[in-house]
């Protein structure tokens, strides 16, 4: 079956850095997504990574493994606001997007 | 960035009535939309997939005939909640893609159905 695992909540301080990571099986790969989402609204896109290796976007990062079916998402100089939920998102050979659970992140001050 | 707009954002209606809800793409053709529900704490849950001018593919588990879908055109993707009852109640949630190369699927804002 297909599978997406990734923590289901993590706790890091403002100004640190963390890393959210995503675990998959999939039938087929056709990239990987990272969405941030905040309570009661709708995801915002993050990321996308087709290629192994690393992107980076300002403060966010996302990396790839397909040999290892692994990924994550680094956070950088956390911010207050960047308390959300992050989800990891693989679409498989069929274009059809498998979703993890999310990854609850609890930014203290 | 490319826009999708949902609505309404909210609404709340008697059990036993229907409920349409909108998707539109307002800067870009979206030949595929996908449709989600979502309970609190929880993940997306893939509803349906539809694709312009064809019938929509629905997951195991999600009843056609009360999750009306309908994608008349590249812009624009309705689901129909008929005779919804209170467990209907939930976050539903579209996006829409302009195509399989771009690598980004774009979200509407989310509409949250309540059925007393």
Not at chain 1, 38 to 55: C, I, K, M, Q, R
Not at chain 1, 67 to 95: F, P
Not at chain 2, 48 to 74: P, R
Not at chain 2, 90 to 111: H, N, P, V
């Amino acid at each position: 079956g297909q599978n997406i695992d990734q923590p289901t909540e993590m706790t890091a301080t403002e100004g640190a850095i963390v890393q959210i990571n995503c675990t998959y099986q999939t039938s087929g790969f056709n990239g990987l997504f990272w969405y941030q989402q905040h309570a009661g609204e709708a995801p915002t896109f993050l990321s996308y990574n087709v290629l192994d290796g690393l992107e980076e976007k300002g403060r966010f990062s996302s990396f790839l493994s397909r040999s290892k079916g692994y990924s994550y998402l680094l956070l950088k100089e956390l911010q207050m606001k960047d308390s959300a939920s992050y989800l990891c998102a693989v679409m498989d050979s069929n274009y059809q997007l498998i979703w993890g659970a999310g990854t609850k992140l609890i930014i203290k001050p | 960035g490319a826009v999708v707009s949902q609505h309404p954002s909210w609404v709340i209606c008697k059990s036993g009535t229907s409920v349409k809800i909108e998707c539109r793409s307002l800067d870009f053709q979206a030949t595929t939309m996908f449709w989600y529900r979502q309970f609190p704490k929880q993940s997306l849950m893939l509803m349906a997939t539809s694709n312009e001018g064809s019938k929509a593919t629905y997951e195991q588990g999600v009843e056609k005939d009360k999750f009306l879908i309908n994608h008349a055109s590249l812009t624009l993707s309705t689901l129909t909640v008929t005779s919804a009852h209170p467990e209907d109640s939930s976050f539903y949630i579209c996006s829409a893609t302009s195509g399989r190369d771009t690598g980004e699927l774009f979200f509407g804002e989310g509409s949250r159905l309540t059925v007393l």
